[in-house]
């Protein structure tokens, strides 16, 4: 299973920005979704994700009311678009996925897999 993000950039703040994160090579039918961010000298943290399942999305505090997730017409890709960047959202993105039921999305530990991550600079 492979996972390529995309969409990073050099963004000002009050702009957007939208992700993207493609899943293949997959051997399961279906993955729930998530993205979590790290920025320099911090642990990372859950920005979203999505359960296959419910369609439910779930945000972190650091997204809530700004981001929103949603599932690619593949299902196979997952977007997260970013809008009202602040400076503190200056990090590197990652997209990880995990096969089958899985409740626990907010955790990173649940997850699988997970891409090389793409970084996003806002500039003040």
């Known amino acids: 299973v492979q996972l390529q993000a995309s969409g990073g950039g050099v963004v000002q703040a009050g702009g957007s920005l939208r992700l993207s994160c493609v899943v293949s090579?997959?051997?399961?039918?279906?993955?729930?979704m998530g993205w979590f961010r790290q920025a320099p000298g911090k642990e990372r943290e859950f920005v979203a994700a999505?359960?296959?399942?419910?369609?439910?999305?779930y945000y972190g505090d650091v997204s809530k009311g700004r981001f929103t997730i949603s599932s690619g017409d593949a299902r196979n890709t997952v977007n997260l678009q970013m809008n009202s960047l602040k400076s503190e959202d200056t990090a590197v993105y990652y997209c990880?996925?995990?096969?089958?039921?899985?409740?626990?999305?907010?955790?990173?530990?649940?997850?699988?897999?997970w891409g090389q991550g793409t970084l996003v600079t806002v500039s003040s």
């Open positions: 990880a996925a995990v096969p089958g039921y899985q409740t626990a999305l907010t955790d990173a530990t649940s997850y699988a897999h």
């Open positions: 090579g997959r051997t399961y039918s279906s993955y729930s």
């Open positions: 999505l359960d296959w399942y419910t369609n439910i999305p």
